[in-house]
């Protein structure tokens, strides 16, 4: 793998997307399959689900807020950014809004996606890439 690249703000290419299945365990992994191609989104720790007004605080490994993050199977992705801060945001078509803070002691979310390209948030903020995303394939086109 070529070394970690230098970041700015990070669209990842999860627009038009649909949200397949959610895996609960030690984490909480979101997985995007689509047409044999799979992308995943891991969160290690604490994550807020923005839905119909209301903010719901979750942490992954919390089995009662693993069952509330389960709303996001069959959500389409609108808009899925990786800030320079280290901070994910994910927004979906019917207004779900999935944030995820950087963490100050471990890495707080990973994005993989079907190229094998990685793109993290580093313990303390900032992001690492192992791949560089596609930018074209990020804003939903062909």
């Not at 299945?21 to 604490?46: L, N, P, W, Y």
């Not at 078509?93 to 963490?103: I, K, R």
Request: charged share 25%; glycine share 10%; with cysteine.
């Amino acid at each position: 793998m070529e070394p970690p690249l230098e970041t700015q703000n990070i669209p990842l290419p999860l627009r038009g997307k649909t949200v397949s299945r959610c895996i609960v365990d030690t984490t909480f992994a979101i997985d995007f399959i689509d047409h044999g191609q799979r992308s995943t989104i891991r969160i290690e720790g604490r994550f807020l689900l923005r839905e119909g007004g209301e903010d719901l605080p979750l942490a992954a490994g919390r089995v009662e807020d693993m069952a509330r993050a389960l709303v996001l199977i069959g959500k389409t992705v609108t808009r899925a950014l990786a800030r320079d801060t280290g901070a994910l945001e994910v927004t979906f078509d019917d207004g779900t809004e999935l944030s995820v803070p950087p963490n100050p002691s471990v890495d707080a979310w990973e994005f993989a996606g079907p190229d094998r390209s990685i793109v993290g948030s580093l313990a303390g903020g900032g992001l690492s890439t192992w791949a560089r995303v596609d930018r074209a394939n990020a804003r939903g086109k062909p």
